[in-house]
């Protein structure tokens, strides 16, 4: 919908102002009606169900691996060969204890890396990208679009049947 397009196609400012009045309107009726729909209340929560388990995934899966193998690497000198070497000595050359134990201290520590990402992913990530329409704006979205078609093809309607309508006096 072009606003400037509608301006001049009839009445200018005014029906640009009826325009958006009506828009809104819909759009509010449209939010509180779809709002109510049961497929899109199920839509909203797999889509915030889908949203946790992508981050909790990330957070368990993804980032301590990730930063994991980093400092491990930088540990090293960012020698692979190194890491092996340091491993070795760190894990499988101790006794069957001190392995339970820095295993058990591996899982501990990502555990809390886990945690803090989860947070860090919830309460900073979330506000830095850029938004998603939740299954309910774009149901409104979608029905305001074919709103904007049917009231686009009702004022081009009227305008034509006013332009054409011949008026007293006048001759063609």
């Known amino acids: 919908m072009r606003p400037a397009w509608l301006a001049r196609a009839r009445g200018g400012v005014q029906a640009l102002t009826d325009y958006q009045a009506a828009y809104a309107a819909e759009a509010q009726r449209a939010r509180a009606a779809l709002a109510r729909a049961p497929q899109v209340r199920s839509a909203e929560l797999v889509a915030a ?15 301590p691996v990730a930063f994991g193998t980093l400092a491990g ?3 090293s000198g960012w020698s692979l060969d190194a890491a092996m070497q340091g491993l070795h000595q760190v894990y499988f050359a101790q006794p069957a204890e001190q392995q339970q134990a820095l295993l058990e201290g591996i899982v ?3 555990a809390i890396l886990a945690v803090m990402f989860v947070a860090f992913d919830m309460a900073v990530l979330d506000a830095l990208a850029p938004p998603r329409l939740s299954p309910l704006d774009r149901a ?3 029905h305001m679009r ?11 309607q009227s305008t034509f049947r006013e332009e054409t309508h011949e008026r007293p006096g ?3």
Request: with cysteine; hydrophobic share 60%; charged share 20%.
């Open 108 to 110: 501990r520590a990502w």
């Open 146 to 156: 074919q709103w904007e078609g049917r009231y686009i093809a009702a004022l081009l």
């Open 73 to 75: 690497l930088a540990v």
């Open 140 to 142: 409104v979205d979608l």
């Open 170 to 172: 006048e001759d063609r």
């Open 49 to 63: 169900a889908a949203h946790v388990i992508r981050v909790c995934a990330n957070a368990l899966f993804v980032y």
